[in-house]
């Protein structure tokens, strides 16, 4: 409800920062430091203030100036990269929801909390910067790790994680034509517990035989 760009809204905000644990904002890099409301100036007011920002891509860089969206973060970011079906001619998938931004509101609550947690020992705040490229690209788990290490681009595998190499198809299809994911990571404990579900509901068939147990 404060207009930062008036001189009665920006004394307003200064006056509240100056007793604050914590100062959020999502504006374009740059804007607030015409309004004495950056964190060098606030900073100064109150060494103890936690000043969290969050942008597309950061405070610094050659797409600062970028216009972006949630769709265009999961695909600059990698998300659509590794996410969906195998088949290279598939159009890649991204997350419905905002994943973008939740994902990035999400690390910077994160973020926010380590540098409280970190306060409680030095007594000083800091500027935390979140851009949300870097929260969508850590987000595609396994294949940053692969092209920084490896220098190996992951690939696309139907309900599977994305790897450097194309795993055996874990999808079958059951007979009402629908398709499941056969997989357990822990078969020795998960499939005596699935068989006597289906021994339940008797459909087990054959399955109790002692051929499936290896």
Not at 17 to 30: H, I, Q, R, Y
Not at 39 to 46: D, E, V
Not at 52 to 60: E, I, K, P
Request: proline share 6%.
């Amino acid at each position: 409800c404060i207009d930062v760009t008036r001189l009665p809204g920006q004394e307003l905000l200064r006056n509240l920062l100056k007793t604050a644990d914590v100062f959020v904002e999502s504006t374009k890099p740059g804007t607030l430091v015409e309004y004495g409301l950056d964190y060098a100036t606030i900073g100064a007011l109150n060494p103890k203030l936690i000043y969290a920002s969050l942008t597309d891509f950061g405070q610094s860089g050659p797409w600062l100036d970028y216009v972006m969206n949630d769709p265009a973060h999961l695909a600059v970011g990698g998300q659509m990269g590794v996410g969906g079906y195998a088949d290279p001619k598939e159009t890649p998938i991204g997350g419905q929801g905002r994943q973008a931004y939740n994902a990035a509101s999400v690390m910077m609550a994160h973020s926010i909390t380590v540098a409280l947690w970190d306060r409680m020992s030095s007594d000083l705040g800091q500027q935390v910067d979140v851009a949300i490229h870097d929260c969508c690209a850590i987000c595609t788990e396994r294949p940053v790790s692969y092209w920084l290490w490896y220098n190996q681009p992951s690939v696309r595998q139907t309900g599977q994680h994305a790897g450097p190499t194309y795993s055996a198809p874990i999808q079958v299809q059951a007979a009402d034509g629908r398709y499941m994911n056969a997989r357990f990571n822990f078969p020795q404990n998960v499939w005596p517990r699935m068989l006597a579900w289906m021994q339940e509901l008797g459909v087990q068939g054959d399955l109790a035989d002692e051929k499936y147990n290896d």
